[in-house]
T-cell receptor, first 111, second 112 residues
């Protein structure tokens, strides 16, 4: 499995944008970049995914480097409810594939 | 709403007893389901892959006789923790074969 590297933790002030980085220098051509987050005492929640182009949805934006070796999850205006562990995961879109989680980034939101 | 339902959300059991956790796919058929375990402040660890109608595939180091998995239908997989001990206390999470929105809400198991 292609490996990702994320900072262990980050802090941000409430109502400010948050940029969560992910490095994936060994990404293959068919790997999508997926982001999940896990709120305290809950199962992981899908956030966003992309292949080459930047992506936006109601939760976040995903900026993908031109060489695809890194990506950034952008929360445009963080709220206290965004405090969670964010996981950057690589893989194709095969629904039967298992997801292997790294350590993720624990995001703290300061009021 | 949730498309993968996990039950119970929390359970407390006595040491030596067995506990069953259910994972249901609500509006789709899941040929494959996955079971994870998560200890406090740690990431999710994949325990096993459950395939409908066949034996589960366990990850290295996971005792198949202790963690019994049954995937008898396309919408239900169960994980039974047999002869539970306090060290089995953990957060157990299932997921089903969907591209996204695949995870249950988790089961907090406490063995006393």
């Amino acid at each position: 499995d292609a490996k990702t590297t994320q900072p262990n933790s980050m802090e941000s002030n409430e109502e400010e944008p948050v940029h969560l980085p992910c490095n994936h220098s060994t990404i293959s051509g068919t790997d999508y970049i997926h982001w999940y987050r896990q709120l305290p005492s809950q199962g992981p929640e899908y956030v966003i995914h992309g292949l080459t182009s930047n992506v936006n949805n109601r939760m976040a934006s995903l900026a993908i480097a031109e060489d695809r070796k890194s990506s950034t999850l952008i929360l445009h205006r963080a709220t206290l409810r965004d405090a969670a562990v964010y996981y950057c995961i690589l893989g194709d879109m095969n629904r039967d594939d298992k997801i292997i989680f790294g350590k993720g980034t624990r995001l703290h939101i300061l009021p | 709403g949730a498309v993968v339902s996990q039950h119970p959300s929390r359970v407390i059991c006595k040491s030596g007893t067995s506990v069953k956790i259910e994972c249901r796919s609500l509006d789709f058929q899941a040929t494959t389901m996955f079971w994870y375990r998560q200890f406090p402040k740690q990431s999710l660890m994949l325990m096993a892959t459950s395939n409908e109608g066949s034996k589960a595939t366990y990850e290295q180091g996971v005792e198949k006789d202790k963690f019994l998995i049954n995937h008898a239908s396309l919408t239900l997989s169960t994980l039974t923790v047999t002869s539970a001990h306090p060290e089995d206390s953990s957060f157990y999470i299932c997921s089903a074969s969907r591209v996204h929105d695949r995870f249950g809400s988790g089961t907090r198991l406490t063995v006393v």
